[in-house]
């Protein structure tokens, strides 16, 4: 992809696809970025890049809250019911998403964010919240619960707890819930494609609708650039804090 996203068409029609670029350039980048046309729109992949950036920041980061705040109330301060509670939130991380996909329609119009970027972000935070408490619940299962009684002899209450004791520890459950989320929301398409307009498309929309253009000839090097665009956020995060999933995951694994 990289490859053939770096030659001119010329070089693509007259060599073999998995040759080296004979002079790299990033001509089709460009035109993926700002140029290439998705539909009868040629203004490329720019604003579905930026549509899927306002979705998933907030996403990620009120899933990961809320998840937190979930796991040390299921874990420190049980109360009666709160097990049935944690089971039938699990039906959220096993339930097909297809099933949703009405009743959440007709709430995004009750609330009057139909089609836009706060309801898609509302639906992913929604149906991202039932992992992101398991993967906290886990986590915080294993933290002895002597710290947490012996913060409250020393007067510490809910939130100080959290935010001096438990918050602290969970660095790698962090990175694991961020990682988790960043890929499952910033890869979504049938979200994307059902609960969106022609303005608020995510860049899985748009890719997939530069890719199946045919009202242009077809440009290889260009798909392949706007694949490489679109693939290249996630790529990121997993080169940064990648070697801290494999680390929290099994932080979490063995504990009921």
Not at 28 to 51: H, Q, Y
Not at 174 to 187: C, S
Not at 240 to 254: D, E, I, N, Q, S
Request: with cysteine; aromatic share 14%; hydrophobic share 55%.
């Amino acid at each position: 992809m990289l490859s053939t996203s770096l030659k001119g068409m010329d070089e693509i029609r007259q060599g073999s696809l998995l040759a080296m670029p004979f002079s790299p350039n990033f001509a089709a980048w460009a035109k993926a970025w700002s140029g290439a046309c998705t539909g009868t729109d040629c203004s490329g992949l720019k604003p579905f890049f930026w549509n899927s950036v306002l979705m998933v920041v907030p996403a990620v980061l009120i899933t990961t809250a809320l998840g937190a705040i979930n796991g040390y109330v299921l874990t420190k301060w049980r109360f009666r019911g709160s097990e049935l509670m944690f089971a039938l939130m699990l039906f959220g991380v096993f339930m097909p998403l297809q099933v949703v996909l009405l009743p959440m329609s007709q709430v995004l119009g009750w609330l009057g964010l139909a089609s836009s970027i706060w309801g898609l972000t509302l639906v992913h935070i929604l149906c991202g919240l039932s992992s992101t408490t398991l993967f906290f619940r886990n986590y915080y299962a294993g933290l002895p619960d002597e710290l947490i009684k012996a913060a409250l002899l020393d007067g510490a209450g809910f939130w100080r707890i959290f935010w001096r004791i438990v918050l602290p520890l969970s660095g790698p459950i962090l990175v694991v819930t961020f990682i988790w989320q960043f890929t499952q929301i910033w890869n979504d398409f049938l979200f994307g494609v059902v609960f969106s307009d022609a303005g608020t498309k995510p860049i899985t929309v748009g890719l997939n609708n530069l890719a199946n253009t045919s009202s242009v000839v077809k440009e290889y090097n260009v798909d392949m650039a706007a694949a490489m665009i679109a693939g290249l956020p996630t790529l990121f995060v997993y080169i940064v804090a990648g070697k801290y999933f494999v680390r929290g995951l099994t932080a979490g694994a063995v504990k009921g």
